[in-house]
Every structure is written in C-alpha cells, then in structure tokens.
C-alpha cells in the first residue's frame, strides 16, 4: 500500500489551506459571535473545487474519499463548526442525492449543491429516535399527487441555513420494522415547516436546528430512493459520513494538540517550560502517537471505499478512535491553558466542546461498539448475539 499523499492532492491542500487563513481565519471571531456562517462561504469553497465534487465534462463527480477526508480534517484543526456544516452539504445532504436519487432528482439537485447555490441537510433524529433509528414517529401519509407529512425533527445541523432537508417518516405504519420507513425531499419553504434555531455550545458557528411539519405536502416526485426503505437508506448514508466526520474530529484533535503544544512550548512554571517536566511531554508523545494511529486507520478506510471495499467496520472504527482521541486531547490542551481556557473567546475553548459534539453525530460511541462488534463477528465466521 502507498502512503505517499498524491502530490495533486498535496497541492489542492496547500491552497486550501491559504484560502482558510484568507477567507476564514480573519472572519471567524465575527461568525462564532453571531453564530452563522454567511452562504457565500459555501459557493466559495465550491469555485475552488473543495465542496466535495470536481466538474468533470459538464457534471458532477464526487471527489475520492482520501481527498474529503484530508480537506476536513485541515478545516477541523481550524474550526470544527464550520466544518460539520460544510460536512452535512457534501456528506449527509448531497451525498444522500447521488445514493439514492433518481435520474431527474441528481440532475436538478447535484450541480446546484457542488456549485453551493442550494444547502442541504438530514432531518432524522427525533424526541424518541436517535441512535434507535426505527422509533421514528413522524408520520407520511400517501394523498393524491403526493405526501403529506407531520412531526418533529429535533436536532437537524444546517437546519436553518439549508433550502432543502432529507426527511425520514414513517409511511407503512402497518409493515415490518424495517419497511416502514420512507425518505423525503422537502423543500423547507413549504407551508407547514417552522425551524427554530436551538442555543448549543458546540460546534459554533454552525446552527443547530428544530425542525416542525405540520401537514406538509410532498409531490410524489420528492420521494428519495424507495418507498419503505428509509431506514436502510439513512443507515446506509451515516455509513459514508463516518468517514469524514473521522476526519473532522481527527482534526480537532490536531488544532488542539498544536496549540497545547506550542503554549507548552512557551510557558515557564517552576523555572521551566511546562513541556520540559516529563510528565508533559510523556502526555504529548502519548497523544501523538495517539494521532498517527487514528490517522493510519482513517487512511487505510478511505482507501477501501475509494476501492469500492466494505469500508463499514473502518468507518465505525475510525469514528470510535477519533472521538476518544479528540476527548483525550481537548481536555489535555485546555488544561494546559489554565483558567484562559474556559473563556469562550479563547482559541482552545471550542475543541474539547466540539469532541463532544463529535461523539454524537453519525453515531454515539456505544453505537461504534454495537457496529464494530457485529462486523467483527461477521470477519471471524461468527453470529453476534442478539
Ligand atoms: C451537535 C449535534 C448535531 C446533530 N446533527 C444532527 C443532524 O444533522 N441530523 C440528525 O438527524 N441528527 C443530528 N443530531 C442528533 C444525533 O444524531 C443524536 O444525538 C445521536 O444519534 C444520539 O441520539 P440521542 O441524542 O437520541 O441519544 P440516545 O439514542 O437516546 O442515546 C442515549 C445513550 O444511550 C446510549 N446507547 C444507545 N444505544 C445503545 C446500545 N445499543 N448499547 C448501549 N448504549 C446505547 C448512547 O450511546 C447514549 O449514551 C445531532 C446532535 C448533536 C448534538
């Protein structure tokens, strides 16, 4: 296997990387502030080719995992927040279209999220329904034409920003569990939607959003994928974005492992640097190594999908890995900082609170293990109980 970064993909980096100290760095204090990030962020990062798609003769082609996942990971050492809203577009709202949607969905939808003209998100946890998917309440009913559906979409990222939501509902309330769930479409200017921005302390500046239908109609033709096979099809889209919600949440491991290294580095307690007591640099070459591994893994999992492998298990373990890391190097670099720490201005003050927002999205920590275990079983000819 060659672990040489492709030198196209290096370069890309290199000038994303100036672009985010032009267009973000010096923006950011403002948007954390007022806790948006302004559209046109998007339809830049898309003129530039970093909004998860390449032109490629007059359409759309998603771009290899490798690369999402390098881009993420260099926005996650700068702004976690920012990142998961650029991740929903591509990974959770666009990606959903290319898996699912039909020919007419694709062609009027993609070209308009990879160009940032339009925003998309997923509306699926609910009051009763989060890691247990199936217990959805929200209800589709079929109508003439049509769908009309009714329920609550409790935490839905991008939810306020975005034009459009993928929107899972039960709509064979008498099938089996898992045929029972269809996905929608829904244009949240409909008549019957009402959004309301939630106040969370994580992720800044990206907004966090409860999402209400109240007798929403739905053309048939907004109908994603096929009808009953909701929840596979949402599993089946968690399944993709682990890969770059690793990639996030390994980068806010790295943001706060440089800064805590280079305070640590600077400041003299005891008549020396507070790196130079052994306990701390034990902690740091600890965590390092702790970066490299998680690293290697999401690596080795981006290259099965980019090979079109079963990248499930790597995905699952690539998210476990990175959260525990992300909380492990948050909380040691905030500690390094002292009481400036807790200031939320501070630059450390997000990272430890995005780990934990990390650990929730796409999946809890437990869900990894439930994952994980199963697909294990299945590598070593075993059944999982249960
Ligand atoms: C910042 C943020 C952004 C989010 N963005 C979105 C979004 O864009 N779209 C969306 O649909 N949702 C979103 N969510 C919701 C997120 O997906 C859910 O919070 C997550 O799936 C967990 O569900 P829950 O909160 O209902 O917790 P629960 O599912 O109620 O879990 C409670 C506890 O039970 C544990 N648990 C669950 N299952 C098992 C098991 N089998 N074995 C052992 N323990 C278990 C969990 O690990 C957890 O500790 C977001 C959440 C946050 C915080």
Redesign the pocket.
Known sequence: MDFRVPAEFAKNLEEYSRFLSQRLTPLMAGWYAERVIPRDFFAELAARGWLGFDAVDGGFREQPALQQAMLLEHLGTISPGVG?SVL?QIS?GAKGVVLFGNEEQKSSLIPRAARGEILL?????EPL????VARLASRAEKVAGGWVLNGT???????YISDMALITAVSHPDAPQNSRISMFLVDLSSEGVTRSKLH?E??IP?D?TRIQMKNVFVPDGKLLGSPGRGLQQVLEIFSNSRITISALTLGTAEGAFRLGLDHAAKRHVFGKRVIDFQAKSFEAAELFSRIEAARAVLWKTCWEKDEGLDFRLGASVSKYLAVDLARAVGAWAADLFGAASVVFEHPVHKFPMDAW?SS????????Q??IIYREMMKRHGLHPAG
């Open positions: 998961v929903v959770l998100c997923l509306g699926n946890s329904a989060g890691s247990d979409k409790s935490y839905v990222t991008n939810g969370k994580v992720w990206s966090l927002a929730l999205g796409e999946g809890t920590q437990d869900v293990k439930l």
